[in-house]
Nanobody
C-alpha cells in the first residue's frame, strides 16, 4: 500500500487545515489508519487513528480540535485540524496497519503500522 499525504502548509494560530492521505488501494474499512507527527528534535508521536471498525482514537493534545475521517470510495483518510496552535507544528505522517491488528492499544503504536506516507509539513505561526 502506497500512501500519499498532502494538505500541509503555513497557517496562523487559531485557524484550520485539512490533511489528506490517499492510499493506492483499499478498502480502508479493512485497514487501521493513523496519523502521527514529528516536531524538530522530538520523537514521532501518535496523533489520531481510525480503526477498520470506524472507531476513532485521539491523543490528549488534539482531542476536541482534530477529527479523523475516511472516504472508502476514494481510499482517502482526512485529518481536519481546527484551532491550531504553534505546538502543532510538525511533519505529519499517515500510516496504514495492514492487515489490521485487533488489539485496540496498538492503534496508538508506531510499530503497529506497516506502511507510511512521505509526510507533509504543518507550520503554525503565533
Amino acid at each position: 500500500v502506497q500512501l500519499q499525504a498532502s494538505g500541509g502548509g503555513l497557517v496562523q494560530a487559531g485557524t484550520s487545515l485539512r490533511l489528506s492521505c490517499a492510499a493506492s488501494r483499499g478498502p480502508l474499512n479493512r485497514y487501521n489508519m493513523g496519523w502521527f507527527r514529528q516536531a524538530p528534535g522530538k520523537e514521532r508521536e501518535f496523533v489520531t487513528a481510525i480503526a477498520w471498525t470506524g472507531t476513532t482514537y485521539y491523543s490528549d493534545s488534539v482531542k476536541g480540535r482534530f477529527t479523523i475521517s475516511r472516504d472508502n470510495a476514494k481510499n482517502t483518510v482526512y485529518l481536519q485540524m481546527n484551532s491550531l496552535k504553534p505546538e502543532d507544528t510538525a511533519v505529519y505522517y499517515c500510516a496504514a496497519d495492514v492487515p489490521p491488528v485487533a488489539i485496540a492499544s496498538s492503534r496508538r503504536t508506531i510499530a503497529s503500522y506497516d506502511y507510511w506516507g512521505q509526510g507533509t509539513q504543518v507550520t503554525v505561526s503565533s
